[in-house]
């Protein structure tokens, strides 16, 4: 597949992650935070399955691989409730610009030390520059130092460091593709959340309105489902470290759906911010205009 495509479906993954965060807040009215993540992960791999079904796909996987899956399922179930506790005891707005702000940073850094290299100059700079913009899209400059350094956002600072290992678990998983091997991600964080939840109170699901159920299937069929797909096959075909430089897009997209579809505002932190993220990608991702639109 042409490289430039990827580019156009990772932006538009970063979107759908963005939208995520207005979609769970609308279930939060509905359901508890242990209930999101089952309905989420088991619902995605349900819109996963006819998808690989019709491209014929080898649900065969080796032991390596089968182990590989093991330790993805554990760091995603750690990922959530690491962002569970943070949402509940942390700064819910500190919280998103931590861990938008860390996940790419945190990528570079870990696979630095992996491969036992230094992050040139140029990069750093980017990561700079894209760790600004998103702490300026969401006031980072406004909030209260007794907020910013409360004991409860060390949750945050978990999950950043969570995701990035979970993606370069994804990008080892080389002897089966992403699709197989996020869908059997799926699979086993529904049965371990599983564990967390009352099915008899579950079952309620069936009486909600169409409000629940768009924002349930947006949240299950486009930002996991199709936008986690597409991030972890990106991270096999681009490179983790350029593929993880787009979620310092997540905010702006949040922010700009947040205006549409909850009518807040869109402020010059926004634009500004917005701004330096883009420009922090392409750096990061070493991308010529000129060749992207002759290509």
């Not at 600072?157 to 996020?182: D, E, K, Y």
Request: positive net charge; contains cysteine; proline residues 2%.
């Amino acid at each position: 597949m042409n490289k430039n495509l990827f580019y156009v479906l990772i932006l538009l993954s970063m979107i759908f992650w963005g939208s995520s965060w207005i979609n769970t807040k609308v279930l939060t009215l509905y359901v508890n935070q242990y209930e999101i993540v089952f309905l989420r992960v088991f619902l995605s791999g349900i819109f996963m399955l006819p998808l690989l079904l019709f491209l014929k796909v080898n649900f065969k996987i080796d032991f390596k691989t089968i182990i590989l899956v093991l330790l993805a399922s554990a760091v995603m179930i750690f990922y959530s409730i690491s962002l569970f506790f943070g949402v509940n005891y942390g700064t819910a707005g500190l919280g998103g610009a931590l861990v938008t702000t860390l996940i790419p940073i945190n990528t570079f850094v870990i696979l630095a030390l992996l491969h036992k290299k230094t992050i040139s100059l140029k990069h750093s700079f980017a990561l700079i520059l894209g760790a600004f913009g998103v702490l300026t899209m969401l006031n980072i400059w406004y909030f209260d130092l007794n907020q910013i350094f409360s004991q409860h956002n060390i949750y945050f600072l978990i999950a950043s460091v969570l995701w990035p290992i979970l993606t370069i678990i994804t990008a080892r998983a080389t002897n089966t593709t992403p699709l197989i091997f996020n869908f059997y991600i799926y699979v086993c964080c529904s049965v371990i959340s599983a564990f967390a939840i009352d099915f008899n109170y579950l079952t309620r699901v069936v009486e909600y309105d169409y409000i629940f159920w768009i924002n349930i299937l947006c949240l299950t069929a486009l930002s996991s489902a199709f936008a986690t797909t597409t991030y972890f096959i990106g991270s096999e075909k681009l490179g983790v470290n350029k593929v993880s430089s787009f979620v310092f897009l997540v905010p702006s997209s949040a922010l700009v759906l947040s205006a549409i579809f909850l009518n807040e505002k869109i402020d010059f932190n926004t634009l500004l911010g917005t701004v330096c993220a883009v420009v922090a990608i392409y750096i990061l991702n070493d991308i010529k205009l000129r060749r992207l639109f002759t290509q």
